[in-house]
């Protein structure tokens, strides 16, 4: 089990409530498909990607950003719990969707670029640093059930 | 690689970004040794609490050697050659390629503080490539 200070507990949920979920989460995941293309092999479906410009403007990605940090949002409210809270993603994963686990890690690094980029100077050392810890962990939890 | 598109945004934003704060380099570095504290193995012999002088000092020398490499996008190796011998065969930061990243996010998050909404996807993605290349470069002369 994930120990967190008072203060790391502090740190995260307090930034997490000025968070808009939807929008943080297109963004980071847009920024993912831009960034690393090659993730790109995991949204065939998704249409137009063939650009910056295509994939921010991309509805399909727009929606499905905001799925992700929506399940982000779980494991901060079980931030004693997250290895269980992401028990069936994790499976879903693995069985399902065939995701490396590294890419868990990547999109957690995003996440943190994006929220650096909307919260400046308020992202500050400590915070970043938690917010590293808590990345790390859920891309734990989302790699844990892989066989 | 780095498209010609990317070495513009590259050049631009970080003449952006060094002028806006003075203590890029000190800022990246402390952030690293913050959420990634295995860092600070290599600097036993450093003061690492916050605005320390020779964090900051430290910190101007890496920024200056970033600012060579953008300079110098056309000819990484060349351009970065002593330091690839002196991270080989001196400093041995190991893993290169995993530590070097670590760095690479810090300071990836200090140019999103400094420049908000203008740390685009695509200044992030030419970013990105850019401090891969010189990781790559700094790794080069390992084995």
């Known amino acids: 089990m994930v120990h967190w200070t008072a203060e790391e507990k502090q740190l995260i949920t307090s930034l997490w409530g000025k968070v808009n979920v939807e929008q943080c989460g297109a963004e980071a995941l847009a920024r993912l498909l831009i960034v690393y293309p090659w993730t790109q092999r995991f949204f065939d479906s998704f249409g137009n990607l063939s650009s910056p410009t295509a994939i921010s403007g991309n509805p399909k990605v727009h929606a499905h950003g905001k799925k992700v940090l929506t399940s982000f949002g779980e494991a901060i409210k079980n931030l004693d719990n997250i290895k269980s809270t992401y028990a069936k993603l994790s499976e879903l994963h693995c069985e399902k969707l065939h995701v490396d686990p590294e890419n868990f890690r990547l999109l957690g690094d995003i996440l943190i670029i994006v929220l650096s980029a909307h919260f400046s100077k308020d992202f500050t050392p400590a915070c970043q640093a938690t917010w590293q810890k808590l990345v790390g962990v859920v891309a734990h939890a989302l790699a844990y059930k892989y066989h | ?143």
């Open chain 2, 1 to 143: 690689m780095l498209t010609a598109e990317d070495k513009k945004l590259i050049h631009q934003t970080w003449d952006k970004a060094v002028a806006k704060q003075e203590d890029i380099g000190g800022e990246a570095l402390f952030r690293m040794f913050t959420s990634h504290p295995q860092t600070k193995t290599y600097f036993p012999h450093f003061d690492v609490s916050h605005g320390s002088e020779q964090v900051r000092s430290h910190g101007k020398k890496v920024v200056s050697a970033l600012g060579n490499a953008v300079k110098n996008l056309d000819n990484l190796s060349q351009a970065l050659s002593e330091l690839s011998n002196l991270h080989a065969y001196n400093l041995r930061v190991d893993p290169p390629c995993f530590a070097l990243q670590l760095l690479s996010q810090s300071l990836q998050v200090v140019l999103a503080v400094n420049l908000g909404k203008e740390y685009t996807p695509e200044v992030h993605a030419a970013f990105d490539k850019f401090l891969s290349a010189v990781a790559a470069v700094l790794a080069e002369k390992y084995r």
